[in-house]
């Protein structure tokens, strides 16, 4: 074996390899920082994401049947009912689905009262004291299971007017006043 140096055009290729190699792997590297950081700017869209959350949600069909432990109340939409709120009192158990369009409900349950509130429609099921309501939700319905009667009793099952915030209320009662210049 003998202790030669390589020669002065191999050395030369050798680093104009290597140069070559190292700056692909950078301009890589530095292509996929340039791309996520661009992605991470950008984000989502929130005026887009609130749009297609507020679209107007129309409720389709309100229904119920008796079950051997009680009643269940279909509540069906054209749209996904994700935004429901639930709560329960003295009046019975009550749904809150914002930003509800106008909805094409022809007959309601007996005792089911369908009210507007603002941007909101509200469904309230007249259920007697003591019984347990169950929410099963559904893309596009939610049966409530009401081990328990439906209070049939109680009136107002057509669906009631358009309910104006205060604010608009207010704004309604006290005419605006102007002075003329004199």
């Known amino acids: 074996?003998?202790?030669?140096?390589?020669?002065p055009a191999l050395v030369e290729h050798k680093s104009m390899s290597n140069i070559?190699?190292?700056?692909?792997?950078?301009?890589?590297?530095?292509?996929?920082?340039l791309l996520l950081a661009l992605l991470a700017l950008k984000g989502s869209d929130p005026a887009h994401a609130q749009h297609a959350k507020d679209a107007p949600l129309n409720i389709t069909e309100i229904q119920s049947r008796p079950t051997g432990k009680?009643?269940?109340?279909?509540?069906?939409?054209?749209?996904?009912?994700?935004?429901?709120?639930?709560?329960?009192?003295?009046?019975?158990?009550?749904?809150?689905?914002?930003?509800?369009?106008?909805?094409?409900?022809?007959?309601?349950?007996?005792?089911?009262?369908?009210?507007?509130?603002?941007?909101s429609l509200e469904i309230v099921v007249p259920v007697t004291q003591g019984s347990n309501v169950t929410?099963?939700?559904?893309f596009n319905r939610l049966n409530l299971v009401v081990n328990g009667e439906i209070d049939s009793s109680q009136t107002g099952t057509d669906e009631q007017l358009s309910l104006?915030?205060?604010?608009?209320?207010?704004?309604?009662?006290?005419?605006?006043?102007?002075e003329l210049p004199s």
């Open 1 to 7: 074996m003998s202790n030669t140096l390589p020669s």
């Open 20 to 33: 070559i190699n190292n700056s692909g792997k950078v301009v890589r590297t530095s292509s996929l920082t």
């Open 70 to 119: 009680g009643t269940v109340v279909s509540v069906m939409a054209d749209g996904p009912l994700t935004r429901t709120q639930t709560w329960n009192d003295g009046e019975g158990f009550h749904l809150s689905l914002p930003y509800a369009g106008r909805s094409p409900i022809k007959r309601l349950p007996r005792g089911v009262k369908v009210r507007r509130l603002d941007r």
């Open 135 to 138: 929410v099963q939700p559904l």
């Open 164 to 178: 104006q915030s205060p604010r608009v209320q207010q704004r309604e009662e006290s005419p605006v006043q102007t």
